[in-house]
């Protein structure tokens, strides 16, 4: 939906004296609101996914912290490292470089194991254990959540 669109449907809502609005189409929700005098529209306006950007076109950001990493349940020997931060995933530095780990590869404290990228800078996530990646959970270029799962490590 572009802003064209928005603008035409809040003229819309305020010419038809409608009180309320609510438009949901895939990944944005529009509400709007009229008042009682004057019909002025009051716009609220979320778009839920983040737009995935072009990695060559932002800079590198300063390796964040490392991610904390978490047992997966009593019974397991795996760990989890969650991403610290919303944006979306990559698995390579660059788009013509190679990924920075496979599932097999063994990894040590500081290695880096992915790049996040939210407000166009790459944050490099870093591992905070030594193990073998047991499972890589997200795919990528996909947007991902803050504390959401991306590998599963064996840690001995």
Same mark, same amino acid.
């Given at each position: 939906?572009?802003?064209?669109?928005?603008?035409?449907?809040?003229?819309? @809502?305020?010419?038809?004296?409608? &009180?309320?609005?609510?438009?949901?189409?895939?990944?944005?929700?529009?509400?709007?609101?009229?008042?009682?005098?004057?019909?002025?529209?009051?716009?609220?306006?979320?778009?839920?996914? $983040?737009?995935?950007?072009?990695?060559?076109?932002?800079?590198?950001?300063?390796? @964040?912290?490392?991610?904390?990493?978490?047992?997966?349940?009593?019974?397991?020997?795996?760990?989890?490292?969650?991403? $610290?931060?919303?944006?979306?995933?990559?698995?390579? $530095?660059?788009?013509?470089? &190679?990924?920075?780990?496979?599932?097999?590869?063994?990894?040590?404290?500081?290695?880096?194991?992915?790049?996040?990228?939210?407000?166009?800078?790459?944050?490099?996530?870093? &591992?905070?254990?030594?193990?073998?990646? @047991?499972?890589?959970?997200?795919?990528?270029?996909?947007?991902?959540?803050?504390?959401?799962?991306?590998?599963?490590?064996? $840690?001995?």
């Amino acid at each position: 939906m572009d802003l064209k669109e928005i603008q035409n449907l809040i003229k819309f @809502v305020s010419n038809t004296g409608v &009180a309320e609005v609510k438009l949901e189409t895939g990944d944005i929700k529009i509400t709007i609101r009229t008042t009682l005098e004057g019909n002025t529209p009051d716009v609220t306006y979320v778009q839920q996914a $983040p737009m995935q950007q072009a990695m060559q076109a932002a800079p590198m950001a300063a390796p @964040v912290a490392p991610v904390a990493a978490e047992v997966v349940d009593e019974n397991s020997k795996y760990v989890i490292i969650k991403s $610290p931060m919303i944006g979306t995933f990559y698995r390579k $530095p660059a788009p013509d470089k &190679a990924v920075f780990v496979e599932v097999g590869s063994t990894i040590g404290k500081g290695d880096v194991l992915c790049v996040v990228e939210a407000m166009k800078l790459f944050n490099e996530i870093e &591992a905070e254990i030594t193990g073998k990646i @047991v499972k890589i959970l997200v795919d990528d270029m996909s947007p991902v959540e803050f504390d959401q799962p991306l590998f599963l490590v064996d $840690p001995s």
